[in-house]
C-alpha cells in the first residue's frame, strides 16, 4: 500500500467514495464517472441568509430566576426559563449550503470499461482518473489550485479525435444520473430549482448566479470555462459542446458577494488568468504551493502500518486543502458538504468538533491554514461582546456551543444538554495562545491579546462563588445530563469540571501573555484574582474525574463526549500520577459504557489515551476508528459524514510520537517499534527529526527552520 494513494478500480457510486479535492474557498467532491463526470462543487463563503440579531432580551432578567431555581434543586424549572429566556431568536444560526454540480456528458454510448483506476494522490494533490473504452485510453485529472483559485480538469486521450462531452451546470435537487446522457430521458440532472441564472458567454463560458437563501444573503456566482485543442467547442443552449478534440480542459471558478462587490467581475478575471496560463502552468503552480507546505512533515512506520501512514497523510492533504489564509475555516464538514440542508447545518460547533479541526495545525508545521480560525473569532469577537453585554449584563466577549459564517453567538437551538453553555469564545481564544506557543510571533499575540482578555472578562462578570469556588450558572456539561437522588434528570447545572478545566487554561493564557506584552491592562487583576477561585481538579468517591461540581450519577455513562477530561487533553490540568489514574478509570467507565461509538469522539479517546502514556489503548481505539468510523472515501463517519474525526486521528497519531511539550514516545505502541517522523514542530518554533528502533530513540535532531 502506497501511503501517499488512495484508489479504486470503479467510478463512486455515490458521495461516500468520492474524492475530496480544495483550495481553501473552494471545493468539489470528484466521483470519476464514465458516462458522466460529477464535480459537487463548495465555495466556502455559500450560507443561508446574512447577520441576524438572535439575541434574546429576556435573558438579563431571567438569569437570577434561574440561578435561585438551580441553588433550590428546581432544575426542571429552571431548564424550562432556560428554554425561554436564554434560546436565540430564531433558535438556529444559518446553515452552510452547496455552491452546484458541474457535470460533464461524455459521448459513450454505454459505461463499459477495462482497466478503471481512480486515484487521489495526497503527494501531488490531484484525483486522476484512467480506463480503456472502445480501442482508447482516456485519461482525466482534476485539481483545486490555491495560487489561480480554480478547480481545473484536464481530459485526454491516447488518440487523437476521441474527447467529445457536453457541461451542464446544475444546483437544485440533486438527481446524480451518473448513466451515459444518451441513455437518460431526462437530461437535466439537478433540477436548477435553486439557481436565479444559467447563461452562456463567449461561445465556451457558463456561468450560474444565485441568492443563498434567506433576508440579507449573498449573491454568488459560478464560472465554468472550457478550452480544447483540436476539434470543435461551441455554446448551444445553457451547455458548451466539445466534438472530436484531442483534449480539453475545464476551469472553475466561484464566489460570492461575501468576498467580492463585483462577483462576475472577479469570475471573468479568474477564469481569463488561468486560461492564458494553460493547464500545465495551472498544475506546476499548485503543486509547487502545495508541496511548499505537504512536504514540511512526514512519517515512517513499520510494514503492515502503511494504512496508519496514509490517515496521517490524509489530515495534512485535508487540512492544506481546506483551510488557507483568507478562507474561512474548516466547518463540520470542511469545505465539502452536498446538502442544502445539511446536518447539524455543517455549521461551527465549538464545544469540540471545530477546536478538533485544528488539533494537529501547529505540530504538522502548519501555522498559516490556522490562520482562518483567528479571522473567525475576531468576526466573533463583536458579536459576542453584543451578546455579554445584552443577554448577560457582563462585559467582555461569550459565545455558546455554535457559529456561522457571520461569527453569530448568540445561543444555537433549543437543547437543554447544549445550548446554555457560555465558553466557546473561551475554548476558541485557547487557539490563539496555542497558535503563538508554537511560532513565538509576539505581533500576533498583541494583535489578539484583547480577544483573549475578552473572553476572560466575560467570564470574570458571569461568575458566582459557589462554596468558595467560582462556578458558572447557569452551565452544563456538553453534552450530557445527571440524575438526582429523586430521580429527576437534569442539564443545566451550577458548575461542570469541564468549565474549570477550560477556564483556568484561558486565565493562564490571558496571564502569561501579560507577562510578554506588559500591556498594564487593568482588567488582569481581576483575571488573577479570579484564577485564585477555580476549583481544582476532583476525584470523586468512585475514583473518576468528577464531571459536576457535585457528585451526580451520570443519565448516560457512555456518554460520546468526555468534556470532564478537558485537562488531560487538549489542557493541561490533569497531571500527575494519582489524576492520570482516575483520568484513566473515568474512560475505562465510559467505553465499558459504549462511548467512542461515533468518529470524532473515538478520535479524542486516542488523544487522552496518548496524553496519559497509554500507547496500546491509543492505537487500540486508533485502529478501531479506522475500521468503524471512516467511509470508503476515508472521510469521517459521524454517521453522517463529519470531518472533525480525521483530524482528530492525525492528532492522536502526534501525541502517540511526540507529547504536547516535546516528549519523545510518550505513548508508542509496539506496532511501531519502529519508525520515524520528520519535521514536526515544538512549541517555541524549533523542529524535529525523529528516528527510533525497537521503541527507543536513536536519533534525535532538534533544529529551526
Same mark, same amino acid.
Given at each position: 500500500?502506497?501511503?501517499?494513494?488512495?484508489?479504486?478500480?470503479?467510478?463512486?457510486?455515490?458521495?461516500?467514495?468520492?474524492?475530496?479535492?480544495?483550495?481553501?474557498?473552494?471545493?468539489?467532491?470528484?466521483?470519476?464517472?464514465?458516462?458522466?463526470?460529477?464535480?459537487?462543487?463548495?465555495?466556502?463563503?455559500?450560507?443561508?441568509?446574512?447577520?441576524?440579531?438572535?439575541?434574546?432580551?429576556?435573558?438579563?432578567?431571567?438569569?437570577?430566576?434561574?440561578?435561585?431555581?438551580?441553588?433550590?434543586?428546581?432544575?426542571?424549572?429552571?431548564?424550562?426559563?432556560?428554554?425561554?429566556?436564554?434560546?436565540?431568536?430564531?433558535?438556529?444560526?444559518?446553515?452552510?449550503?452547496?455552491?452546484?454540480?458541474?457535470?460533464?456528458?461524455?459521448?459513450?454510448?454505454?459505461?463499459?470499461?477495462?482497466?478503471?483506476?481512480?486515484?487521489?494522490?495526497?503527494?501531488?494533490?490531484?484525483?486522476?482518473?484512467?480506463?480503456?473504452?472502445?480501442?482508447?485510453?482516456?485519461?482525466?485529472?482534476?485539481?483545486?489550485?490555491?495560487?489561480?483559485?480554480?478547480?481545473?480538469?484536464?481530459?485526454?486521450?491516447?488518440?487523437?479525435?476521441?474527447?467529445?462531452?457536453?457541461?451542464?451546470?446544475?444546483?437544485?435537487?440533486?438527481?446524480?444520473?451518473?448513466?451515459?446522457?444518451?441513455?437518460?430521458?431526462?437530461?437535466?440532472?439537478?433540477?436548477?430549482?435553486?439557481?436565479?441564472?444559467?447563461?452562456?458567454?463567449?461561445?465556451?463560458?457558463?456561468?450560474?448566479?444565485?441568492?443563498?437563501?434567506?433576508?440579507?444573503?449573498?449573491?454568488?456566482?459560478?464560472?465554468?470555462?472550457?478550452?480544447?485543442?483540436?476539434?470543435?467547442?461551441?455554446?448551444?443552449?445553457?451547455?458548451?459542446?466539445?466534438?472530436?478534440?484531442?483534449?480539453?480542459?475545464?476551469?472553475?471558478?466561484?464566489?460570492?458577494?461575501?468576498?467580492?462587490?463585483?462577483?462576475?467581475?472577479?469570475?471573468?478575471?479568474?477564469?481569463?488568468?488561468?486560461?492564458?496560463?494553460?493547464?500545465?502552468?495551472?498544475?506546476?503552480?499548485?503543486?509547487?504551493?502545495?508541496?511548499?507546505?505537504?512536504?514540511?512533515?512526514?512519517?515512517?512506520?513499520?510494514?503492515?502500518?502503511?494504512?496508519?501512514?496514509?490517515?496521517?497523510?490524509?489530515?495534512?492533504?485535508?487540512?492544506?486543502?481546506?483551510?488557507?489564509?483568507?478562507?474561512?475555516?474548516?466547518?463540520?464538514?470542511?469545505?465539502?458538504?452536498?446538502?442544502?440542508?445539511?446536518?447539524?447545518?455543517?455549521?461551527?460547533?465549538?464545544?469540540?468538533?471545530?477546536?478538533?479541526?485544528?488539533?494537529?495545525?501547529?505540530?504538522?508545521?502548519?501555522?498559516?491554514?490556522?490562520?482562518?480560525?483567528?479571522?473567525?473569532?475576531?468576526?466573533?469577537?463583536?458579536?459576542?461582546?453584543?451578546?455579554?453585554?445584552?443577554?448577560?449584563?457582563?462585559?467582555?466577549?461569550?459565545?455558546?456551543?455554535?457559529?456561522?459564517?457571520?461569527?453569530?453567538?448568540?445561543?444555537?437551538?433549543?437543547?437543554?444538554?447544549?445550548?446554555?453553555?457560555?465558553?466557546?469564545?473561551?475554548?476558541?481564544?485557547?487557539?490563539?495562545?496555542?497558535?503563538?506557543?508554537?511560532?513565538?510571533?509576539?505581533?500576533?499575540?498583541?494583535?489578539?491579546?484583547?480577544?483573549?482578555?475578552?473572553?476572560?472578562?466575560?467570564?470574570?462578570?458571569?461568575?458566582?462563588?459557589?462554596?468558595?469556588?467560582?462556578?458558572?450558572?447557569?452551565?452544563?456539561?456538553?453534552?450530557? +445530563?445527571?440524575?438526582?437522588?429523586?430521580? &429527576?434528570? /437534569?442539564?443545566?447545572?451550577? @458548575?461542570? %469540571?469541564?468549565?474549570?478545566? *477550560?477556564?483556568?487554561?484561558?486565565?493562564?493564557?490571558?496571564?502569561?501573555?501579560?507577562?510578554?506584552?506588559?500591556?498594564?491592562?487593568?482588567?488582569?487583576?481581576?483575571?488573577?484574582?479570579?484564577?485564585?477561585?477555580?476549583?481544582?481538579?476532583?476525584?470523586?468517591?468512585?475514583?473518576?474525574?468528577?464531571?459536576?461540581?457535585?457528585?451526580?450519577?451520570?443519565?448516560?455513562?457512555?456518554?460520546?463526549?468526555?468534556?470532564?477530561?478537558?485537562?488531560?487533553?487538549?489542557?493541561?490540568?490533569?497531571?500527575?500520577?494519582?489524576?492520570?489514574?482516575?483520568?484513566? +478509570?473515568?474512560?475505562?467507565?465510559?467505553? &465499558?459504557? /459504549?462511548?467512542?461509538?461515533? @468518529?470524532? %469522539?473515538?478520535?479524542?479517546? *486516542?488523544?487522552?489515551?496518548?496524553?496519559?502514556?497509554?500507547?496500546?489503548?491509543?492505537?487500540?481505539?486508533?485502529?478501531?476508528?479506522?475500521?468503524?468510523?471512516?467511509?470508503?472515501?476515508?472521510?469521517?463517519?459521524?454517521?453522517?459524514?463529519?470531518?472533525?474525526?480525521?483530524?482528530?486521528?492525525?492528532?492522536?497519531?502526534?501525541?502517540?510520537?511526540?507529547?504536547?511539550?516535546?516528549?519523545?514516545?510518550?505513548?508508542?505502541?509496539?506496532?511501531?517499534?519502529?519508525?520515524?517522523?520528520?519535521?514536526?514542530?515544538?512549541?517555541?518554533?524549533?523542529?524535529?527529526?525523529?528516528?527510533?528502533?525497537?521503541?527507543?530513540?536513536?536519533?534525535?535532531?532538534?533544529?529551526?527552520?
Amino acid at each position: 500500500m502506497d501511503g501517499n494513494i488512495l484508489s479504486f478500480t470503479s467510478p463512486a457510486s455515490d458521495w461516500n467514495e468520492a474524492f475530496p479535492v480544495g483550495c481553501g474557498r473552494l471545493g468539489a467532491m470528484v466521483f470519476g464517472g464514465v458516462g458522466t463526470e460529477l464535480l459537487q462543487l463548495n465555495e466556502d463563503s455559500v450560507w443561508y441568509g446574512g447577520p441576524k440579531d438572535r439575541i434574546n432580551l429576556s435573558a438579563k432578567d431571567a438569569i437570577p430566576k434561574i440561578r435561585k431555581a438551580i441553588d433550590e434543586g428546581r432544575i426542571t424549572e429552571a431548564q424550562d426559563l432556560c428554554a425561554l429566556a436564554l434560546s436565540g431568536i430564531p433558535d438556529t444560526q444559518s446553515h452552510y449550503e452547496p455552491l452546484c454540480n458541474l457535470y460533464i456528458l461524455f459521448d459513450h454510448e454505454t459505461d463499459d470499461t477495462e482497466e478503471y483506476r481512480r486515484e487521489l494522490d495526497l503527494e501531488e494533490s490531484g484525483v486522476r482518473i484512467t480506463y480503456k473504452k472502445d480501442g482508447a485510453v482516456f485519461r482525466r485529472s482534476v485539481i483545486a489550485s490555491f495560487p489561480d483559485k480554480v478547480i481545473a480538469t484536464d481530459l485526454g486521450c491516447d488518440k487523437p479525435g476521441r474527447i467529445s462531452f457536453r457541461t451542464q451546470i446544475a444546483r437544485g435537487n440533486i438527481t446524480w444520473d451518473m448513466r451515459p446522457y444518451k441513455t437518460q430521458i431526462y437530461r437535466n440532472p439537478g433540477y436548477n430549482s435553486c439557481v436565479d441564472s444559467i447563461e452562456n458567454t463567449g461561445g465556451n463560458v457558463t456561468v450560474l448566479t444565485g441568492r443563498c437563501g434567506g433576508s440579507g444573503s449573498s449573491e454568488f456566482a459560478c464560472g465554468i470555462k472550457v478550452i480544447c485543442k483540436g476539434g470543435s467547442v461551441s455554446s448551444v443552449g445553457s451547455s458548451i459542446v466539445v466534438e472530436g478534440a484531442d483534449e480539453a480542459q475545464i476551469l472553475i471558478a466561484a464566489t460570492s458577494e461575501f468576498y467580492e462587490s463585483d462577483i462576475r467581475g472577479y469570475l471573468d478575471k479568474t477564469l481569463e488568468d488561468a486560461a492564458a496560463k494553460g493547464f500545465r502552468k495551472i498544475q506546476e503552480d499548485h503543486r509547487a504551493d502545495y508541496k511548499w507546505l505537504y512536504g514540511r512533515t512526514s512519517l515512517t512506520l513499520p510494514e503492515g502500518q502503511q494504512d496508519v501512514v496514509r490517515m496521517f497523510n490524509f489530515g495534512k492533504y485535508l487540512t492544506i486543502s481546506g483551510s488557507r489564509p483568507g478562507s474561512q475555516p474548516l466547518n463540520l464538514q470542511g469545505i465539502w458538504n452536498k446538502d442544502t440542508d445539511p446536518a447539524w447545518g455543517s455549521k461551527y460547533t465549538i464545544n469540540i468538533n471545530t477546536e478538533m479541526n485544528y488539533w494537529p495545525c501547529e505540530a504538522l508545521d502548519l501555522p498559516e491554514c490556522h490562520l482562518p480560525l483567528m479571522d473567525l473569532i475576531e468576526r466573533m469577537k463583536p458579536r459576542g461582546q453584543e451578546v455579554a453585554r445584552r443577554m448577560y449584563g457582563a462585559r467582555g466577549f461569550a459565545a455558546h456551543h455554535n457559529t456561522d459564517l457571520f461569527g453569530d453567538c448568540a445561543p444555537q437551538d433549543t437543547c437543554l444538554s447544549s445550548t446554555y453553555w457560555v465558553l466557546g469564545a473561551a475554548w476558541l481564544c485557547l487557539h490563539i495562545w496555542e497558535h503563538y506557543r508554537y511560532t513565538g510571533d509576539v505581533a500576533f499575540l498583541s494583535e489578539h491579546f484583547d480577544t483573549m482578555v475578552e473572553a476572560a472578562v466575560f467570564i470574570v462578570d458571569y461568575k458566582i462563588l459557589d462554596n468558595g469556588y467560582l462556578a458558572l450558572s447557569p452551565t452544563l456539561s456538553p453534552e450530557n +445530563e445527571y440524575v438526582l437522588e429523586n430521580g &429527576e434528570t /437534569g442539564c443545566v447545572c451550577k @458548575g461542570a %469540571s469541564m468549565d474549570d478545566q *477550560i477556564i483556568g487554561e484561558l486565565f493562564g493564557a490571558v496571564l502569561k501573555a501579560e507577562d510578554i506584552l506588559k500591556t498594564g491592562r487593568s482588567e488582569i487583576e481581576e483575571i488573577r484574582e479570579a484564577m485564585n477561585l477555580i476549583k481544582p481538579v476532583t476525584i470523586g468517591s468512585d475514583g473518576r474525574i468528577l464531571e459536576w461540581h457535585e457528585e451526580y450519577e451520570e443519565k448516560d455513562p457512555g456518554h460520546r463526549h468526555i468534556s470532564h477530561l478537558f485537562g488531560l487533553f487538549p489542557g493541561t490540568s490533569i497531571q500527575g500520577e494519582e489524576l492520570i489514574a482516575a483520568a484513566t +478509570e473515568t474512560l475505562a467507565k465510559r467505553l &465499558e459504557s /459504549g462511548s467512542g461509538h461515533t @468518529g470524532w %469522539s473515538r478520535a479524542w479517546i *486516542i488523544n487522552l489515551y496518548a496524553a496519559a502514556g497509554q500507547g496500546e489503548e491509543a492505537y487500540k481505539h486508533l485502529r478501531l476508528l479506522m475500521s468503524n468510523s471512516l467511509l470508503p472515501n476515508l472521510l469521517d463517519n459521524h454517521p453522517p459524514f463529519q470531518i472533525d474525526g480525521n483530524f482528530g486521528l492525525v492528532s492522536g497519531i502526534i501525541r502517540m510520537i511526540l507529547g504536547r511539550e516535546g516528549e519523545c514516545l510518550p505513548a508508542l505502541p509496539a506496532a511501531w517499534k519502529s519508525g520515524s517522523v520528520r519535521g514536526l514542530k515544538l512549541p517555541g518554533g524549533d523542529k524535529i527529526d525523529l528516528v527510533w528502533e525497537d521503541g527507543k530513540v536513536v536519533s534525535e535532531h532538534i533544529y529551526h527552520g
